[in-house]
């Protein structure tokens, strides 16, 4: 559980003026995949997935742009939301529907049940750390609150921290010692100390925007953050430190999640929920698990 939770106040400086600012390009067109878009993730191979492509409850593959099919349809009725990978090429997929965490082989493309709680709200974004140990964030959108679930190896399940706010994206800095968890409505970021097992503590407020949501986040290899600004139309980037060094514009003004990929790891994916699409941005610094 949570302990010597901390509270650092933050003084709101706005800093948008002085971050560098890029824009995106459409990598998948509008309509290719429903405004349950979500989850990018890249595998061993570069290849990008993501949530509901064509229509709900599917994964879609994606080879390069504007070239997808469906990977895989999920079985009793689970729409899935975030997608990681672990070190073999197993597939994990928040399903929000039937309050799981699924698995799926590389091979067989078989899925089953890697983890459940009755509990749980609804797991919606997880993050994994090297030792393939996963954390699940649990927003509950009726009443602006949320959890925080670690998903050990063996796919039993941990509740690390409850009574958040609206609980949302989450990610591991590339030296699996830091853990950051946002709440989309309170438009906080968390940031607690992690060790091997997976346990947080030290609890600190990371960065506080003053308008709009947040969704997905990914650290790059040099631990710079990477945050899905919901309604901004922006993914924001802020230092381990806690500053905003780059805004990158898009063209939709509603992203959900964040994947690294390219034949470096360099290119950014970013899933576009109004538009049911995807967009792409060439970033000057890889992904943490890229080489």
């Known amino acids: 559980m949570l302990k010597n939770s901390l509270f650092f106040p933050l003084l709101l400086i706005s800093t948008t003026t002085l971050a560098q600012t890029e824009r995106s390009t459409d990598w998948m067109p509008d309509n290719s995949f429903t405004q349950g878009v979500e989850g990018p993730a890249v595998d061993s191979n570069g290849n990008l997935f993501a ?13 390069n742009s504007n070239k997808a099919e469906i990977y895989l349809t999920l ?24 309050h799981n965490v699924l698995i799926v082989d590389p091979v067989s493309k078989s899925v089953s049940v890697f983890s459940h709680n009755d509990k ?16 699940a964030s649990d927003p509950n959108w009726s009443d602006s609150s949320g959890n925080l679930w670690r998903i050990n190896a063996d796919g039993s399940n941990t509740l690390i921290e409850a009574k958040m706010g609206t609980t949302n994206g989450v990610e591991v800095s590339p030296d699996n010692k830091t853990l950051y968890v946002n709440e989309s409505v309170q438009r906080n970021i968390w940031r607690y100390s992690l060790d091997e097992k997976g346990n947080i503590q030290d609890k600190v407020l990371f960065y506080k925007f003053e308008d709009h949501g947040m969704d997905g986040m990914r650290t790059d290899k040099a631990g710079n953050l990477y945050v899905a600004r919901y309604g901004a139309g922006v993914v924001a980037v802020l230092s381990p430190q806690g500053k905003l060094i780059k805004t990158i514009k898009l063209k939709g003004k509603h992203p959900t999640n964040i994947a690294f990929g390219g034949k470096e790891g360099k290119q950014l994916f970013i899933t576009m929920q109004k538009r049911g699409a995807i967009e792409t941005f060439k970033n000057d610094i890889a992904g943490r698990n890229f080489p």
Request: cysteine-free; glycine content about 14%; aromatic content about 10%.
């Open 75 to 98: 079985p009793n009725g689970s729409v899935g939301n975030g997608i990681r990978f672990d070190q073999q090429g197993n597939m994990y997929i928040a399903d929000y529907v039937n």
């Open 120 to 135: 749980m709200n609804q797991p919606n974004d997880i993050a994994i750390m090297n030792n393939g140990i996963l954390f």
């Open 51 to 63: 949530v509901n492509y064509s229509k709900e409850g599917t994964i879609g593959k994606i080879t």
